[in-house]
């Protein structure tokens, strides 16, 4: 007996470990097919009534409906998303805390800060794209400036709002400047609404903002625009260069995505991914964009990966090629 008690005993844990394992595996699998059992968290890097934060809002009540459960929207603000993103990476991939996620916290960023404290996009699973748009060059209409040959022939130095180190506003301005050979300097601001209000108060001459926050202030002729940052004109600024036309090489916009732990199970980001398609089909969520002048990017995650590593690699080789110090310091 007491040398079949040890084959017995393996014999036994093995049938256990292997009901154990296939118990596992079902239970997974039974989670994934049964998801949503409960409210899901949806992560918002930036402060509440910033482009983000709207759309996010905009996208979770039609989501809700399709998944027939909560979605709550939750605001971490800070380093350009940074806070979120390192939130959302030690959350459980289960589906149940998700992210909108700003491309230029995957792109940019990194450019900025020291590689130990960048976020990699490659370490999440991107559910789906969801729009991206482009940024403006404005000033106020006191400083006399209407193209940037204005600004160069101006022949004096310049202070530039940005909307942070490592985002969009601050990639932009620092390209066109250098290209350009203005002599120039950046002061940084906490998003693009105070960036937006020190051009209007005339506390910076210019500052390169989204065109959905500059659209009020450009149609009430409180703020120029110079040129855009678009590939090619917008549709609802045709009237305005691109920083191409003008003969700069500054091709950086904003863009989202909606974002999940890495790991969680294909069945569930499946699910996630039809019920944001069924928001971004919604007249309502497509009148949302056209008011903010967002263009729809609604890929699939493959696709967006392959956009997002593609802007890494052009911004790095951009700030190489220009030796610009994007740090702050």
Known sequence: MNKRLPALGLATALALAGCGGNLDSDDSGSAAAA?????ITLLIGQDAGGST?????ALADPASADLKQPITVTNRPGANGGVAAKELAAAKADGYTIMVFVGSLAYITPLAVPADQAVDINNYEVVSGISQDDYVLITNPKTGFKTVKDIVDA??????????VGTG?????SLLFAQAAVNATAVPFNGGAPALTAVLGGQVDVAAVQLGEAKEQIEAGKAVPIVTFAEKRPTYMPDTPTAAEAGYKV?????RAIVAPKGTPQEVLDRLRSAFQ????EQKYKDFNTQRLLTPNEVDGATLLQQWNGSLQTYKDLVAQHNLDLSGK
């Open 53 to 57: 934060d709207l759309i996010g809002r």
């Open 169 to 173: 506003s601050q990639l932009t301005s």
């Open 35 to 39: 998801y949503p059992e409960r409210a």
């Open 155 to 164: 022949k004096r130095a310049i202070k530039y709002a940005t909307t942070g």
């Open 251 to 255: 091709p950086v916009q904003q863009s």
């Open 278 to 281: 069924k928001s971004f089909a």
